[in-house]
DNA sequence: AAAAAAGCTGAGTGATTGCTCAGTACTATC
DNA sequence: GATAGTACTGAGCAATCACTCAGCTTTTTT
């Protein structure tokens, strides 16, 4: 790993974990093992600097989630959404750094006035949400999801998970406990209709 | 309004919008109109500031929804679910900086150290998803609401509204455009199973 | 091996921070 | 109107901040 990789990873965990204003420069170079004068030779501000802390953050989960995704064939669209969901839950235990970021305040108040910021997080979410959004469309065309917005749908779900994964990442309720019943509610919300016919 | 009372409101927006450690004490004088100095009059310092502006969101929002809930008859636990999911996301809409502060990762950083600052956040939350818990249960007394573990059903719907409230505060999609689609999503989540007698 | 370029250092700088404290202004009690 | 207690002030302080820069070391190019 170069040293710039170094202070990038360190960067992600203290900015993550303490937020952008109470992340020192001092402490990110001691953490990194580097002198605080290689942050500015590599990265020219702290902003500089976050902004490529939340660039390697979307590269991270948009590749792991398409990647996943895309070598995977589903028997219906229902399938692909529990898929999705798990892999999401899973995903957010397994980089804790980049969802805690994403979680906090400040990327979002930042993206106010620094377009690149804004950009980041906008591919982020819309990525994600286009993973639903295909799976529930996908689910009404083979019958496994009920007739329904398809990106409103999309939106409601993510932001189910989403919020449970909160809950982990800010010590209220353990997401693994609420794992199963998540799965099992996504299910019940998107199942279609049971006709009279259907029972015939 | 007491100079006290008004530090208090001042140190709710800028704790809110800003974070802990990007408002300064200088700033909260400045909008308050007083001089830096009597802050740490009222509030021996900083820290317990912050933990009065908490105190004071845990008062608001408890008092808000109780008061809310009690005066009011639900013909059953599905409308009152209805009913508490629409009221969370208008009293989200009256008290920003209040929800602002609950989704910020901050206080609940600060909790692990700071005991006081733990039971507020406790508090809310315990009351908040009691109230679904409870119409949960009462739901399923009367039928309106199929046979699931309340407690986590009732975290469930929580953290799906409060998912689409955060969605809002943090700029990136628009909570109403979802109102009417979560409470029908609610709906088909907690719709107890039709079974063909059903139809007979 | 000389020259050029890139990588890296850490003391130094001016600005800002939370907080103190000696002193002033106001209010209540006698 | 003297006394006491409460409310309030703002200059001043030590600590911390992001960032600079002159100079050193290592690598690459010639």
């Not at 942050?39 to 990647?67: C, G, M, P, W």
């Not at 235990?93 to 997080?121: D, I, T, W």
């Not at 469309?137 to 917005?149: L, R």
């Amino acid at each position: 790993m170069t040293r710039k990789e170094a202070i990038l990873q360190a960067a992600t965990i203290m900015f993550s974990q303490s937020g952008y204003k109470d992340t020192s420069t001092a402490e990110i170079a001691k953490m990194t093992g580097v002198a605080e004068g290689t942050i500015f030779y590599h990265f020219k501000n702290k902003e500089k600097l976050f902004l490529a802390v939340l660039e390697q953050t979307r590269a991270l989960i948009i590749d792991e989630f398409n990647s996943f995704m895309s070598h995977r064939q589903f028997s219906s669209g229902m399938e692909a959404i529990e898929t999705a969901v798990s892999f999401y839950m899973y995903l957010s235990g397994k980089f804790e750094n980049a969802f805690l970021l994403l979680h906090r305040y400040f990327p979002y108040k930042m993206a106010v006035s620094v377009p690149g910021c804004r950009q980041h997080l906008e591919a982020i979410y819309d990525c994600l949400v286009d993973i639903f959004e295909e799976a529930v469309t996908a689910g009404q065309k083979d019958g496994s999801i009920a007739s329904m917005p398809p990106r409103k749908t999309a939106l409601i779900i993510f932001t189910m998970v989403d919020g449970v994964v909160r809950f982990k990442t800010y010590n209220l309720y353990d997401a693994s406990a609420l794992y199963g019943d998540i799965i099992e509610s996504c299910k019940k919300m998107l199942r279609p209709e049971q006709t009279a016919e259907a029972y015939f």
